[in-house]
């Protein structure tokens, strides 16, 4: 799968995914729609992001997961 909004840079915060080489965070965009946060809001609070920004920062976080074992509770 790529990711063409998504950078990935050593030399810009320290490596972390951000959006379109903007310093904003996939982790941070993921967190505000997980907080209930609209894509309107989002746009609103982020003026330099776009619709598909948020799109692709969640089929990113959804990728990422995906790769990795996670460790479950067992459920009572």
Known sequence: MTFERISVDPAQMDGIPCIR??????????GMVADGMSTDEILAAY???????VREALRFAAEAVREQELPLLPTR
């Not at 080489?21 to 993921?30: E, F, G, K, M, S």
């Not at 003026?47 to 920004?53: F, Q, R, S, V, Y």
Request: charged share 30%.
């Open 21 to 30: 080489h903007l310093r904003i965070p996939v982790a941070t965009v993921v």
């Open 47 to 53: 003026p330099d992001l776009e619709e598909g920004d």
